[in-house]
């Protein structure tokens, strides 16, 4: 049974973002996105989670008013802007690209919003320099965009997005572009803003990865469906099926006396282990992966699992290719899936 719902008082709301029974149908084709319920708290980090194709770019445009809805209401803080015009929603959108104006400099494509709403010269650049301080571009802010680098084209964008006040800030995949490592110090930046200016911010993503670290809300999207929408630990340590099992966590999922159940990788082994559950197979790959390393072991109908155990534990005894092993895990440690 869902929890009762506190009141509401007259315009405010416990949500900053609520989808309710949205459906996208592109002319002639199947639902891109089907029937999704979703309510986004206030000033949270909210990822859209899934593989290609499932839904996570239209859900976000459709939040942004750049793609009309087919069925069902979008609300952005109570109120419902299903059929308004992108300007008058509180959105903001963040894109791939950047899509920076390359004739124009990191301050004046941050302040552009303002300059197009008539505000004066001096006004909009302190306003423009106060968030390219927030991005840690007032340095740089006299660079043209050929001038910076990729990472910091993208902070001039994220400037040039808050400018605005959105009450919703929406990234579309906006660390894909980035080396792994600028990703990661990037993913950090990102949180700290959101938290610091207390606005919620919507991010698609492919990485679980990035999910996890980023979210208060991962919603795991497949086939246009939500298949989960929860905190990162929960999805992560409680799927709800097997798709989420796998595609979040890479989780062994594994029928156990006729139940699907799904067990973390780093919770099993492959040594024999007293009372657990046991499977004879045979190690088919090795991953050293530095604190961790990843075991590939198929069983005799070909059936592959998979364990993540620490590089001390596996240099103290280290199995190699071809050899038979136990592949094992412990009761306590499976969950069951619904599916
Ligand atoms: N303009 C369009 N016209 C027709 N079909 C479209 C259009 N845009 C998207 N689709 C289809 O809708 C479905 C969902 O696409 P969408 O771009 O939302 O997925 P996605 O999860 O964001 O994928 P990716 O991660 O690859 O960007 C896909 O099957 C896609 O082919």
């Not at 900053?16 to 996105?33: Q, T």
């Not at 796998?246 to 024999?272: L, T, W, Y």
């Amino acid at each position: 049974m869902p929890e009762a719902e506190p009141p509401v008082e007259d315009g405010a709301t416990k949500y900053d973002v609520e989808l309710v029974a949205v459906s996208k149908s592109y002319d002639g084709g199947a639902k891109a996105v089907d029937t999704i319920s979703l309510r986004i708290p206030k000033a949270s980090y909210c990822c859209l989670l899934g593989p290609s194709g499932c839904g996570k770019t239209t859900t976000l445009r459709m939040l942004a008013g750049h793609e009309s809805v087919t069925d069902g209401d979008v609300l952005i803080h109570n109120r419902n802007v299903t059929d308004g015009a992108p300007s008058a929603r509180g959105t903001s959108m963040m894109f791939q690209s950047y899509a920076l104006f390359p004739h124009l400099s990191a301050l004046d494509n941050a302040a552009f919003s303002l300059k197009i709403k008539g505000v004066k010269k001096a006004e909009r650049h302190a306003k423009a320099m106060e968030f390219l301080k927030l991005v840690q571009m007032d340095h740089l802010a006299h660079r043209m965009p050929a001038q910076l680098s990729g990472g910091q084209q993208q902070r001039v964008a994220l400037a040039r997005s808050l400018i605005t006040r959105p009450k919703v800030l929406l990234l579309d995949e906006p660390l894909s572009a980035l080396d792994p490592f600028l990703r990661v110090l990037m993913r950090t930046e990102l949180k700290r803003i959101q938290t610091e200016l207390g606005i919620t911010f919507v991010h698609v993503t492919h990485s679980q990865e990035e999910a996890l670290a980023l979210s208060d809300l991962v919603v795991v999207m497949s086939d246009g469906q939500i298949m989960q929408a929860g905190s990162a630990r929960d999805v992560f340590e409680k799927p709800s099926n097997a798709f989420v099992a796998k595609f979040i966590g890479g989780h062994n999922v594994i029928d156990v006396e006729g139940r699907k159940v799904s067990v973390r990788a780093d919770k099993c082994r492959i040594v024999q282990s007293v009372g657990g559950t046991n499977i004879p197979a045979e190690v088919t790959n090795i991953e050293y992966q530095g604190p961790m390393v990843r075991i590939l072991v198929k069983d005799s109908d070909g059936k592959e699992y998979h364990a993540q155990i620490s590089d001390s534990r596996f240099f103290a005894d280290p199995p190699v290719i071809g050899e038979k092993v136990t592949f094992s895990w412990m009761p306590e440690d499976e969950w069951r899936l619904a599916a």
